[in-house]
């Protein structure tokens, strides 16, 4: 069982950052892979970014690819979204998700994840 905790959201301007955290509980972190994914309001919960568990591979969706980076820190058990030059329309609830030994086929497909945290509201102002 893993459970994950997601901070560092908030208001900020367009061309702002933010980073977001996802800390999560168990000893066994280093074997998940970890996404970003994140639901606008009467949108579905959409792809953001991945890393396979040894975060040899990372993946992005092409809305955020050269503006985002996500990035993991195993000894901490936490997982990271830097969010850079952010824009309006990336306002939504930015959820963390893990799967167990996901390779890197599968980082994008909702589906293949086993949890999930709370979520963390992201909101970009114009």
């Known amino acids: 069982q893993v459970q994950l905790v997601e901070s560092g959201g908030g208001l900020v301007q367009a061309g702002g950052s933010l980073r977001l955290s996802c800390a999560a509980s168990?000893?066994?972190?280093?074997?998940?892979?970890m996404g970003w994914f994140r639901q606008a309001p009467g949108k579905e919960r959409e792809f953001v970014a991945a890393t396979t568990w040894s975060g040899g591979s990372r993946d992005y969706s092409n809305s955020v690819k050269g503006r985002f980076t996500i990035s993991r820190d195993n000894a901490k058990n936490t997982v990271y979204l830097q969010m850079n030059s952010l824009k309006p329309e990336d306002t939504a609830v930015y959820y963390c998700?893990?799967?167990?030994?996901?390779?890197?086929?599968?980082?994008?497909?909702?589906?293949?994840?086993?949890?999930w945290g709370q979520g963390t509201q992201v909101t970009v102002s114009s």
């Open positions: 998700a893990a799967a167990l030994y996901l390779a890197a086929g599968g980082l994008t497909y909702r589906n293949k994840y086993d949890y």
């Open positions: 168990g000893r066994t972190f280093s074997s998940y892979a």
